[in-house]
């Protein structure tokens, strides 16, 4: 087998950006995007307003940064269309961003019941006001109550008029904020199955800039909390993202007060900024027969290298024949202490393995660093006398996440940092009790910050949905448990999409600088029968699992970017008859999965077993992450072939991982006829759809390990500020000019961004990349269609495009394909000099005669050694 290694991109030139915009493609019923403008004395309806109109007002989707004492709620009804027109139809009302054009409208909030959608009736959504003072606050909550009572506003304020015809209400912020539907929800299901127990949850304060209002805040709130019978168990302050929290336990009777009066008590404690549930942050397992398997383990471990991954989960059993002398364990919460018995090691064992190994059940890919572990989930009550693993229940979460990053980075309590060198973090957990619904968690907020400050690709689990998934058009199981396979998918996925708004990302998954990893149907297991009353959903591969939680993210950002497999996961129904809901089948289990180590009731340490989940699929992602560090690790070094810089590592990882994956052409078209059957929807909203299900599709790993005579892939890195343009040139085969037959160009950017939480738009840096003079690439090539919209690739950390094409063309830019990567502030002044990593992949079919690879490669040698003679750098 020839040896094809990466190629190494030339170093780019710093081009002047062009004045010119390319046109947007406007979605039907969505008025164009307008500048953020400050208020100045001209805007004079406003003025009538708000008593200082030189001072901002802003709308924002996420409380998190507003001023509590000048926030309004408005709560939208009817189209969120309709509701952005009239919004922008008043100066200084105006979302701060110019990308609300791009959004499509609705289908994110559609009402299901019994399966079904019911697009007719309006879901409430809330946006967070924040006004110049509290003068300005009551005289807009006062033409609220004029309009009402159907009373005219009075001259020149006809425009507010149009917002509030399509708000449900306008108050200031207060109790009914404070204490969520999910959260009252929540407390009464542990009021009916805990009875009297006490009952533990979190309290977020607004954020106060300076310390002694914030400890004053937590004094006053103490007071109350202990007159309640109340008392504090933890409690935090994270300064970077603006965080300050408690967590408490109050009396049953206290909670069952707030439930049935959520208008009084704590839910009326002014700095409150909300209430919510105790973080259940864990993953557990299900009884099982399964026997364990016993076999082999590698026989030696490679020389030690400081590691470069790491694993922040439960404790592995580091005497398992997989792990020994594999591991560097880090444990200065004691958590080890906690386990009774090496069998309840099962999470943190299979993700170790999994990130060291990969499946058992493939080719033997066993990685050469060693592995950093942080253990974060101990053992914990489950029921019947079961103990799976969970984050401790005296713990605020984020904070031991917190600790954790910091100790491994900077050191903690005057000892130098514990691994420094790591650059993969792997995050197989989740927050069952908090799904992503438009909002930034604390959570997420905190991985983006930690991923920017410390250079770091953090891979999160998109969480495994266990919610029962209604099949309303099946009346006996047996029937479709006998259906022929493909119809079973059709109807599996009708439902899939129907009832998608339950089945939202866990938190932290929607931080944006992170890659966040859904699970395919895909394993390594023979079909060997299935469980009892359960059955095979799909056929195919590319489909992410029925568990696996669906995107979209932030701003309607792809999410989860990638799948990796998770096991062909099976579902079985507890009814024979209607009504037939479907449940996955959880992990142990012996007829599909994903193999890797497990501990065993004996202690015995040579057993492994079969997992499945978005767990599984995020260690096998920091396994290819390895793998890719490794390799590049191994690529020729010299003047001609530099070497990769270790301050990129991150986001040259993050975009190889991005740059193998693809949707597949087959499974993109069965899901686009079940998503617009009837061919009404906008193409814009179909792709969305698919993005929710696919995010950037299945990672090929081997396309980035391994190039082809006919594929080169070529990867570089480099700093960008706002306003550059990094311009790069890639002289092309002689041999393409002007022939016939297939050929494609895929470009991936991926970077880190700083984010800014007191503006909307969050994100502050947005890269992109396009075609330079020749918008064809001198390929002639065009965008693919099977790939997510260009709205959506727009809208996060990664930039993933392919174009394809057959065309016999002439060459243009002087024979090379020239691309350019171009920053841009996105959120407020953007001063930092943002890191990015780049590939590009040339690939021609097979009815094309050309060894792109040698040819590519010899040009860019050429290339690199005239720059050379020339006294040029090579490398960014």
Known sequence: ??????????????????????????????????????????????????????????????????????????????????????????????????????????????????????TAKAVPIRFYFTIPDTEALRELVRLW????????????????????????????????????????????????????????????????????????????????????????????????????????????????????????????????????????????????????????????????????????????????????????????????????????????????????????????????????????????????????????????????????????????????????????????????????????????????????????????????????????????????????????????????????ANRRLFSPSEAINSLTIGACHDDNVVPNSAALMAVTPYVSCHLPNPSSALGLGFHRAVKPELLFPGGREQVQSRYSHAPIEVTPVGSPVRFFGIKAAAPSESGQTNFVNLHNGTSVATALATHSATQVFESLKNMPSDQVHPAIDDRFSAVILKTLLVHAARWDDQTTDLLRSLVNPSNFLHHEHVKAELTRMFGYGCADMQRVLDCTAKRATLVGWGMIRDKEVDQYRVPMPAELEGIRGFRAATITIAWLTPVNLKHRMYRMAKLEGGAGSDKKFSLGVENAKVQPSHHAVARGTVFHRRWEGEDAVAFADGGDLVFNVSCKAAAGELDDTIPYGVALSLEVGQDVSVAVYEKVKEKIEEQIRSRLRAGVPVTS
């Open 145 to 500: 109550e004029l309009f009402k009572a159907q009373q005219p506003l009075g001259h020149g304020k006809s425009e507010w008029k149009k917002v509030f015809e399509h708000l449900a209400d306008v108050r200031p912020w207060g109790p009914k904020d404070r204490l969520s539907e999910e959260t009252i929800a929540n407390w009464k299901y542990r009021i009916d199955t805990s009875h009297d127990e006490p009952v533990r949850f979190e309290v977020e304060f607004w954020y106060r800039d300076q310390q002694e209002r914030r400890l004053s805040v937590e004094r006053a709130f103490s007071i109350e909390l202990e007159r309640l019978g109340g008392t504090r168990i933890d409690r935090a302050e994270i300064i970077p993202i603006r965080y300050h929290a408690v967590l408490v336990e109050v009396p049953a009777n206290v909670i069952q007060e707030l439930v049935t009066h959520p208008d009084i008590g704590l839910a009326k404690f002014d700095n409150i900024m909300i209430l919510r549930p105790q973080s259940v942050v864990g993953e557990p397992t299900v009884d099982s027969d399964v026997e364990l398997e016993a076999i082999a383990g590698p026989t030696t471990v490679e020389e030690q290298t400081p590691p470069i991954a790491a694993l922040f989960d439960g404790l592995p059993m580091s005497g398992h024949d997989f792990l020994s002398g594999r591991l560097e364990i880090d444990d200065p919460d004691d958590f080890s202490s906690e386990y009774g018995r090496a069998s309840e090691q099962r999470h943190g064992t299979a993700m170790a393995s999994l990130i060291l190994h990969g499946d058992l059940n493939a080719p033997p890919s066993t990685v050469r660093h060693p592995l950093y572990v942080r253990p974060v989930m101990t053992p914990q009550p489950s029921g019947f006398g079961r103990r799976d693993e969970f984050m401790p229940p005296d713990r605020l979460g984020i904070d031991l996440m917190w600790r954790a990053f910091r100790r491994m980075m900077e050191g903690e309590d005057g000892n130098p940092p514990s691994a420094p060198t790591v650059r993969i973090v792997n995050l197989s957990l989740g927050d069952t009790t908090r799904r992503f619904a438009g909002v930034m968690s604390p959570w997420a907020r905190l991985i983006d910050h930690l991923a920017w400050e410390y250079g770091l690709l953090i891979l999160i689990s998109a969480g495994n949905v266990c919610d029962p998934l209604s099949l309303p058009d099946v009346m006996i199981w047996r029937a479709f448990e006998e259906s022929a396979a493909e119809e079973r998918q059709e109807q599996m996925l009708r439902n899939l999409l129907a009832q998608r």
């Open 1 to 118: 087998m020839v040896e094809r290694p990466l190629l190494a991109l030339p170093k780019p030139n710093k081009v002047s950006p062009t004045s010119k915009q390319p046109p947007r493609e406007k979605v039907p019923g969505i008025s164009a995007g307008r500048q953020t403008q400050r208020l100045g004395p001209k805007f004079d309806r406003l003025s009538q307003v708000l008593p200082d109109p030189t001072r901002l007002a802003e709308l924002r989707d996420d409380p998190s940064a507003i001023v509590p004492e000048r926030a309004l709620v408005f709560e939208v009804t009817g189209t969120l269309t309709d509701f952005y027109r009239s919004v922008n139809s008043i100066p200084g009302l105006e979302f701060l961003g110019e990308e609300e054009d791009e959004i499509i409208a609705d289908e994110d909030f559609v009402v299901v019941e019994r399966g079904e959608p019911k």
